[in-house]
């Protein structure tokens, strides 16, 4: 069973900075895109970033400039820097990965949410 563990997150003043991770662990031959997506307070939850296993990134346009997606292949492992934060980025963050398992069947998996708070 392929899981998704999420690190980073928390409070932090308008204007800060914050680095979001994901690791994968379960049998994985191989993974495919990456991602994070964030839901906010009584809102959808909307795609923040997606990057592929050639590490070509791809951003919502409210994101680009400010968030940075990158993957560690080896580590599996998937990053999200966010610089310049601001209050309406304040959400639960959740990774998402898609890939095949040590079985050759395909997965999508969710990691368990991180709160980013923006607030001064």
């Known amino acids: 069973q392929v899981q998704l563990v999420q690190s980073g997150g928390g409070l932090v003043q308008p204007g800060g900075s914050l680095r979001l991770s994901c690791a994968a662990s379960g049998s994985i031959s191989s993974i495919g895109v990456m991602g994070w997506h964030r839901q906010a307070p009584g809102k959808e939850r909307e795609l923040v970033a997606t990057?592929?296993?050639?590490?070509?990134?791809t951003y919502s346009d409210s994101m680009k400039g400010r968030f940075t997606i990158s993957r560690d292949n080896a580590k599996r492992i998937v990053y999200l820097q966010m610089n310049s934060l601001k209050p309406e980025d304040t959400a639960v963050y959740y990774c998402?990965?898609?890939?095949?398992?040590?079985?050759?069947?395909?997965?999508?998996?969710w990691g368990q949410g991180t709160l980013v708070t923006v607030s001064s």
């Open positions: 990057i592929t296993n050639y590490r070509i990134p």
């Open positions: 998402n990965m898609k890939g095949v398992d040590s079985a050759g069947r395909y997965f999508e998996v």
